[in-house]
């Protein structure tokens, strides 16, 4: 996971959760954000779809359990993709 | 987001009044993304849209329990977002399965669900009411076979449509929204994410969720009342292509065929408005001739000045024209919406004049169209009598009024109304109508001296005496006969007893044409000076500076009032080049005066 998409993701949840990216961190996840809940987990999809570009999978989006994992999954995602 | 969309309110309020609005949304499937694009949409037609969203699939309850949560809400409308697939399931999947009776009896299951649901809504509810129609599948179970029967998937769900368009119709603010139509319109392949229905239950694709939000906008926009009564359209590259200035006549795009019908598609789209009650209006930066020229006289036009209700072709700002014609139509600068392909005066409106709905115009003329159609300042819910002739009310008075306000100049309005002026001696035909203006004409009288029928055809008959009378006819109609002139010749002199124009016709330079006419035909008949008394009534101030804005010189004032003379030996006064005058010798039985 590069620093770069980490950033991205991170202002991207910024956004959705409301806080600060600064209290953002690989480790974030549902468990740890307050505003985490099932309908945020849908605008985080949505958003990281648009940023992106890329289409996610409901394997994926299962997958996207802290935001070190939905970093990582769009490393995946886009280097497929090249 | 919840904050970005607080900034937007916030920004939005600091230029213009906010409409506050409760939307409840009852659903069968997720909606909330959608939610905060509806939001941002609702700012834009200065509306604060405050959203309840019912439970997954509680709408049934929802509208049944007089004590639910819906109803505690009191919301000012409610949408029935439910698909298919959740309020009619045995239709949807399976249903090759159904005998033809089963099928057709869950029809109308459906239909009767729907019918006990918006009775009870309405018993404890007055709110508008916007219910979906079902969406047919876009691969029916049975392949081309099910389009073979009406009593197909397909034809069974357009069965259930048209009876929810019955329902909805025969009750008060119950709307149906043509879901299925929506879904078509941008390809059901498109529309729907086949994921996110099995993932988080949202079956419509990130990329159209905001064509939902607009569609929900149609109804909310005219609920709300925060529609637009007025569309003002520019007219170079708006509703033609092309500059007319520099292209001229020939050279501007308008017509059947490509690139011209473009325009006339958009002059379609502004036909439709207009039937629908909203006026139009144009606002151009041009030379009035060069355009009016275009907007009378092109052969690709379908839209002709009687459908304009007001008009300015000036050089003046947008802006200020925007608000002249609010004012010319009796409508608040918040009716007005406008139309311009020029981004530079669209930014100009929008910060002068921030309530006005400004519609971006695409790039592509093609699209011009749709731009307007789609606009949910335009919709509205009901139609009255009074709204398919609105156009048509405005146009009579418009005429009747006067449209001076429109031209830059007086000369450019006089030109535009092709005043034709007919200039007769008193006949048999027309004593009783001159008399009768004598009798009555108050304001534009110069001497108010009153005559009877005897009286005027006595003075025809005496030597010297002319007794003249002025019809007109302008592009609104025949305003018929409308001015009259005696004059008699005394020695050297012709003096005018009487002179006066009906109030009709006051101010359109019609007196100046009666008034040549009277010092050519004294001049004629070898009189040096034209004389005519000023004789102030109550009323007729409008004609006080009369002689004197004709070059007369002041003799005299008396107690009764002035007496003013023209030079006929050095006079230029002539009838106004826009007026075209014929004069006729009006030689008929019991005609003596006239001219010698």
């Known amino acids: ?82 | 987001m919840t904050s970005r969309l607080d900034d937007l309110r916030d920004k939005t309020r600091d230029k213009l009044a906010l409409t506050t609005f409760k939307l409840a949304i009852l659903r069968s499937f997720t909606v909330e993304p959608i939610v905060p694009l509806l939001r941002s949409e609702a700012f834009a037609h200065g509306i604060d849209l405050e959203v309840h969203v019912g439970d997954f699939n509680t709408y049934v309850q929802d509208m049944l329990d007089s004590q639910s949560s819906l109803y505690r809400f009191a919301p000012r409308a409610v949408v029935l977002a439910v698909r298919t697939e959740q309020v009619a399931p045995e239709l949807w999947r399976d249903f090759a399965d159904l005998a033809p009776e089963a099928a057709q009896q869950a029809a109308e299951r459906v239909v009767r669900g729907y019918e006990q649901w918006i009775g009870a809504f309405r018993k404890h509810s007055q709110s508008a009411l916007i219910v979906h129609s079902l969406e047919r599948p876009s691969s029916p179970s049975l392949g081309v076979l099910d389009d073979q029967s009406e009593a197909g998937q397909s034809g069974l769900i357009r069965q259930i449509n048209r009876e929810l368009r019955r329902i909805a119709a025969g009750f008060h603010g119950v709307y149906a929204l043509d879901y299925d139509a929506l879904v078509a319109r941008h390809g059901s392949e498109q529309w729907h994410d086949e994921r996110k229905w099995l993932t988080a239950r949202l079956p419509i694709a990130a990329g159209y969720l905001l064509q939902m939000a607009r569609e929900w906008m149609r109804f909310i926009v005219p609920l709300s009342g925060r529609t637009a009564k007025v569309l003002v359209v520019d007219l170079d590259n708006t509703l033609w292509g092309g500059v007319i200035g520099e292209d001229g006549m020939a050279g501007i795009k308008v017509g059947p065929e490509y690139p011209g019908a473009a325009y006339q598609g958009l002059h379609r789209a502004l036909l439709d408005l207009s039937r629908k009650g909203i006026l139009l209006a144009v606002c151009s930066k041009n030379n009035l001739a060069d355009a009016m020229e275009a907007l009378e006289k092109h052969p690709g036009m379908l839209l002709r000045p009687k459908h304009f209700a007001a008009m300015r072709i000036n050089w003046t700002d947008k802006a200020q024209n925007l608000r002249e014609i609010a004012q010319e139509l009796n409508v608040g600068i918040e009716a007005l919406a406008f139309m311009d392909d020029n981004p530079f005066e669209r930014e100009q409106v929008r910060a002068a004049l921030p309530e006005v709905t400004v519609i971006d115009l695409p790039k592509n003329p093609l699209e011009y169209a749709a731009a307007v159609r789609n606009c949910a300042a335009f919709e509205r819910l009901t139609l009255s009598a009074e709204d398919r002739q609105r156009t048509e009310m405005y146009a009579a008075q418009k005429e009747r009024s006067g449209n001076e306000q429109t031209f830059q100049s007086k000369e450019d309005f006089f030109r535009f109304l092709e005043q034709e002026a007919e200039l007769e001696p008193v006949t048999d035909l027309t004593l009783a109508r001159v008399a009768q203006l004598t009798q009555k004409t108050n304001q534009f009288n110069l001497t108010t001296r009153r005559y009877t029928e005897p009286q005027i055809a006595e003075m025809t008959k005496q030597p010297g005496w002319h007794v003249f009378s002025i019809r007109l006819r302008d592009r609104f109609g025949d305003h018929g006969l409308v001015g009259v002139a005696i004059a008699h010749d005394v020695g050297e002199q012709c003096e005018v007893d009487t002179f006066l124009l009906s109030c009709r016709v006051i101010g359109r330079t019609v007196e100046t044409a009666l008034l040549a006419h009277l010092a050519e035909s004294a001049a004629q008949r070898g009189r040096k000076r034209l004389e005519g008394w000023y004789l102030p009534t109550k009323k007729n101030a409008p004609a006080r500076d009369f002689y004197q804005q004709h070059g007369f010189e002041w003799q005299v004032t008396n107690c009764e009032g002035s007496l003013w003379t023209l030079d006929l030996t050095s006079c230029t006064l002539r009838c106004p080049d826009w007026i075209k005058l014929k004069v006729s010798d009006g030689v008929t039985e019991g005609n003596r005066g006239g001219k010698n």
Request: proline content about 4%; cysteine-free; hydrophobic content about 45%.
């Open chain 1, 1 to 82: 996971m590069t620093a770069s998409t980490f950033e991205q993701v991170r202002s991207v949840a910024s956004d959705i959760f409301g806080i600060p990216a600064a209290e953002i961190t690989t480790e974030s996840s549902p468990e740890t954000i307050e505003n985490w809940d099932s309908m945020q987990h849908l605008n985080l999809v949505l958003a990281i779809e648009e940023k992106f570009g890329v289409q996610l999978e409901p394997e994926d989006i299962e997958q996207m359990k802290s935001i070190g994992a939905v970093a990582a999954l769009v490393e995946k995602l886009q280097s497929a993709a090249r």
